[in-house]
């Protein structure tokens, strides 16, 4: 037997993965409706989660015990919101000035160290374990090490590509071509394993201990979207006939 | 009136983002403790620029309401929408689940949040397809290796490919899951890590950039 509040969720879940779904016909009221919640929701989500994470245990747990310090950072934090007083919205710079120079500070040596350093240890590291590898590892190091030069050679503006310099710049091209084509695949991939999720999920919601909730919404789209035309058409027709 | 306006937010950037650059290669106490209160107070700085958001897109909203604008009847549901989850976030104390079983906030998460963003994710599926029509007309050498690599790893992750793989291609001896492993650790890569030390590249100019004052259009207009 299930719980009265699953059966409940079910209902709710299928009626807005159907308005969602629904886009793909046309755009419609459901589809609004599902789409403002959506923005709303995930709105509400954020904030609980800053509330519990954040303002809670790391502004007002603090304070209570008398640690003060925190009040400067959420000093700097209020001055953001001085961006809805046109005239004192200057103050908001000290939030963003915080923001953007801990951000910079940060981005410089995490670049470095995870993207700039690491991939070139990484491109230059199977060079020096050479006795130990295959042929086929060998070709792979050295294609690697290839068409990233030339990848960022695509890259390189500071001499003009012309004459042989054109030819490795287009090899880099290919290479390139090769990541996106992989990268594009990925997200399909990833995209319709979520679709996948869903139909489960509708699949789960049609069963007789859900009453028939996906069948039911859905019949009740279908209907909506066949009087919707109909009366539609009707009016069209009207119109048609006044201005004639 | 420019020292407190523009001067100290510019001090406040270069002092911030030197201390936190340094810090970072520093292997003292001192430096730990630093990046850590620092980290903290982002966190909290960070919490009211989504507060800055969040009211913004209220206001929006509630302007489109109060002059019963055009779909003024949706923006309710924004708020509706936002209700729903902060309600059961309050009584359930921001737990989702307790003892195994789901609380209000992990009620309304499952049934409103997941079904909401996983098919809103889930209908870009559809247009992905069409986008990949568009993209896939092969007019150029370039796009036809972009083309090989998309089917290839789209078909090869499905069974249906794995089996037109092995009945045209299996004499080679290699399977649909190899060539991908392949193509992803190999000709991906190199072009991936051309892409990452350029990203990278810039984004350390832009930072220096930033901490030195010379980029500074984030402070917006006198």
């Known amino acids: 037997m299930v719980d009265t509040s699953i059966i409940a969720g079910g209902w709710l879940a299928a009626g807005l993965t159907i308005f969602i779904f629904s886009f793909l016909y046309r755009d419609n009221p459901f589809f609004k409706i599902a789409e403002h919640l959506y923005l709303g929701a995930g709105m509400g989500w954020l904030f609980q989660v800053s509330v519990n994470s954040v303002w809670i245990p790391k502004i007002w747990e603090p304070v209570s015990k008398g640690e003060l310090l925190v009040i400067i950072p959420s000093v700097m934090g209020l001055t953001l919101l001085t961006q809805f007083i046109p005239k004192l919205s200057w103050m908001s710079r000290y939030g963003f000035t915080f923001m953007m120079g801990y951000g910079s500070g940060l981005a410089i040596p995490a670049g470095l160290s995870t993207d700039f350093m690491s991939q070139i240890a990484g491109t230059i590291k199977p060079f020096s374990l050479l006795a130990s590898l295959s042929a086929m590892d060998i070709f792979n190091a050295l294609l690697v090490a290839g068409g990233a030069i030339c990848v960022l050679f695509y890259f390189f503006f500071s001499v003009e590509h012309k004459g042989h310099l054109k030819k490795v710049s287009n090899v880099g091209i290919y290479f390139l071509m090769v990541y996106f084509g992989a990268a594009f695949g990925n997200t399909v991939m990833a995209r319709f394993s979520l679709l996948y999720g869903r139909f489960d999920d509708l699949f789960t919601f049609s069963g007789s201990n859900?009453?028939?909730?996906?069948?039911?919404?859905?019949?009740?789209?279908?209907?909506?979207?066949?009087?919707?035309?109909f009366f539609s058409g009707k009016k069209e027709d009207a119109a048609g006939e006044e201005a004639a | 009136m420019k020292l407190i306006k523009k001067h100290i937010p510019l001090a406040i950037v270069f002092v911030t983002g030197v201390l936190t650059l340094v810090s970072y290669y520093v292997p003292h106490k001192v430096s730990v403790d630093y990046i850590e209160t620092m980290n903290k107070w982002e966190n909290i700085v960070v919490a009211f620029a989504?507060?800055?958001?969040?009211?913004?897109?209220?206001?929006?909203?509630?302007h489109k309401i109060k002059r019963k604008g055009d779909g003024w009847g949706y923006s309710l549901f924004v708020f509706i929408g936002f209700l729903a989850m902060i309600i059961p976030a309050y009584t359930s104390g921001g737990k989702q689940m307790v003892e195994g079983v789901?609380?209000?906030?992990?009620?309304?998460?499952?049934?409103?949040?997941?079904?909401?963003?996983?098919?809103?994710?889930?209908?870009?599926?559809?247009?992905?397809?069409?986008t990949a029509y568009r993209s896939f007309r092969i007019k150029s050498p370039q796009a036809f290796v972009l083309f090989v690599a998309a089917f290839i790893l789209i078909l090869g992750k499905v069974p249906l490919g794995q089996i037109i793989w092995d009945s045209a291609l299996g004499w080679t001896g290699q399977n649909a899951a190899?060539?991908?492993?392949?193509?992803?650790?190999?000709?991906?890569?190199?072009?991936?890590?051309?892409?990452m030390i350029g990203i990278s590249i810039g984004a350390i100019v832009t930072s220096l950039k930033i901490i030195f004052g010379i980029e500074k259009q984030y402070m917006g207009k006198d």
């Open chain 2, 178 to 195: 190899g060539v991908i492993e392949w193509i992803m650790s190999v000709p991906a890569v190199a072009g991936k890590r051309g892409i």
């Open chain 1, 210 to 229: 859900y009453f028939y909730a996906t069948q039911v919404v859905l019949a009740c789209m279908v209907l909506y979207f066949l009087l919707h035309g």
């Open chain 2, 102 to 130: 789901l609380t209000p906030l992990g009620w309304a998460y499952k049934y409103i949040y997941t079904a909401l963003s996983g098919t809103m994710f889930a209908v870009l599926a559809f247009y992905i397809v069409s």
């Open chain 2, 50 to 62: 989504f507060l800055l958001g969040l009211i913004s897109l209220f206001f929006s909203h509630y």
